[in-house]
Each structure stands twice: as structure tokens, then as C-alpha cells.
């Protein structure tokens, strides 16, 4: 069965210092791999996601998380962080066989500090 | 720009009460999702919905059941509502019903419930 952990559950950090969000995964099967991001009394929207391909995968306002399969990681980073990052991110998988289960983890809340 | 809304942010019900709560996609999408949200569990699958009219149970359905009757519309139902179904309620949709997997899910922005 998959399963998700994500690390820290609260991430303190000063603005413009990087940050690093951490990620594993447990699958015996190839997965899909994805970041959510939810700010403030908002629903989640998509940060990121890797399907296939390159390792390192990117998102417009400057996160980026790598997949390491011999690890079962997707950490997310961003080399310097604003007050406006402040937000719950989650960390999901699914399986790349089909179907429609994503499995989230508990979630990180991201608090950066001026 | 995908949208799905959900009916109330807030919601106060007694103990026992039927509840129903409303999420509407104005994407087409043909899969839709009810989670709930508790703090240090992240999400929680319910029910999910691949079509009108079909649904599949997932990871916690007890005491819930769901309606698909429009392509846009998937209704989550509380039978009987009690206090440990206190939560919050996020609705989900994607597209592409059998590549599900690497789909992106659009949430609304979800519906706190109080059962007192």
C-alpha cells in the first residue's frame, strides 16, 4: 500500500532564508508525485508535480523539489522565502498504473517570520 | 480558470441532524471528490465519483454517502451527523476518467462543520 510522511509538521523560518520541506513516500509500485499548497481559508491548488521525465521540477513563484527514487523522496525547496509563502503544503502520491487515489500526507505548515 | 464551489464555508448542525453539502465544478471534469481535513492527518478520502451516477467508496465512508446526478454537481451526505464528524470538508474535481492518477485535483474552498 502507499503511503506518505511528511517530516515536520511546522516549519519556522525568517524571510529570505531558504527552506527545505521534506517528503517519503512508500510505494511498490511507480507513482506520481505532487506538492499542494493551502493558504489561509482557501482550499488546496497544485505547487508542483513531477510525472515522468526530469528529476527536478519547478513552479512559477520559485519552489522546486527533486524526485530521488532510490530514496522515496520528493522534498520541496525554495532558496528564499517570503512572508506571502506562509501556507500548509502537502505532499501527495498516486499510483501511475491508473485509478483515482492520491494519497496526501499529514501536511507542513510553513510560518515565515519578517 | 477551473472553479468548484462549495455551497457553505461554515456550517452549525445538532447531533443527528441529515446534512447535505453542495460542490459544484464548472470544468467538465469528469471525476470529483469529497476528503475531510483534520489537523495532522492531512486529507482523507470519503467518496469519489468517475461519472454520473457511479461512486466508489474510499478510505473513510462510514457514515456518509454521496449523489451524483448532474456532471457538475456531487453532494455529500451525513446520514445521521455526530460530533466526531466535526471536520473540515473539502470537494475536489480532475479530468480524464482513466488516467486518473496524474491528474491534478482542483478543491473548492471547503466547508467547516460543527456537530454539536
Known amino acids: 500500500a502507499q503511503s506518505v510522511t511528511q517530516l515536520d509538521s511546522q516549519v519556522p523560518v525568517f524571510e529570505e532564508a531558504p527552506v527545505e520541506l521534506r517528503c517519503n513516500y512508500s510505494s511498490s509500485v511507480s507513482v506520481y508525485l505532487f506538492w499542494y499548497v493551502q493558504y489561509p481559508n482557501q482550499g488546496l491548488q497544485l505547487l508542483l508535480k513531477?510525472?515522468?521525465?526530469?528529476?527536478l521540477v519547478k513552479s512559477i513563484n520559485g519552489f522546486e523539489a527533486e524526485f530521488n527514487k532510490s530514496q522515496t523522496s520528493f522534498h520541496l525547496r525554495k532558496p528564499s522565502v517570503h512572508i506571502s509563502d506562509t501556507a500548509e503544503y502537502f505532499c501527495a502520491v498516486s499510483l501511475n498504473t491508473g485509478g483515482f487515489k492520491t494519497i496526501f500526507g499529514a501536511g507542513t505548515r510553513l510560518f515565515v517570520k519578517a | 480558470d477551473v472553479k468548484v464551489t462549495q455551497s457553505s464555508r461554515y456550517l452549525v448542525k445538532r447531533t443527528g441532524e441529515k446534512v447535505f453539502l453542495e460542490c459544484v465544478q464548472d470544468?467538465?471534469?469528469?471525476?470529483m471528490f469529497w476528503y475531510r481535513q483534520d489537523p495532522g492527518l492531512g486529507l482523507r478520502l470519503i467518496y469519489f465519483s468517475y461519472d454520473v451516477k457511479m461512486k466508489e467508496k474510499g478510505d473513510i465512508p462510514e457514515g456518509y454517502s454521496v449523489s451524483r446526478e448532474k456532471k457538475e454537481r456531487f453532494s455529500l451526505i451525513l446520514e445521521s451527523a455526530s460530533t466526531n464528524q466535526t471536520s473540515m470538508y473539502l470537494c475536489?474535481?480532475?479530468?480524464?476518467?482513466?488516467?486518473?492518477?496524474?491528474?491534478?485535483?482542483?478543491f473548492g474552498p471547503g466547508t467547516r462543520l460543527l456537530v454539536l
Open positions: 475536489a474535481s480532475s479530468f480524464r476518467p482513466y488516467r486518473g492518477g496524474e491528474e491534478t485535483q482542483y
Open positions: 513531477y510525472l515522468s521525465g526530469s528529476t
Open positions: 470544468m467538465d471534469h469528469e471525476n
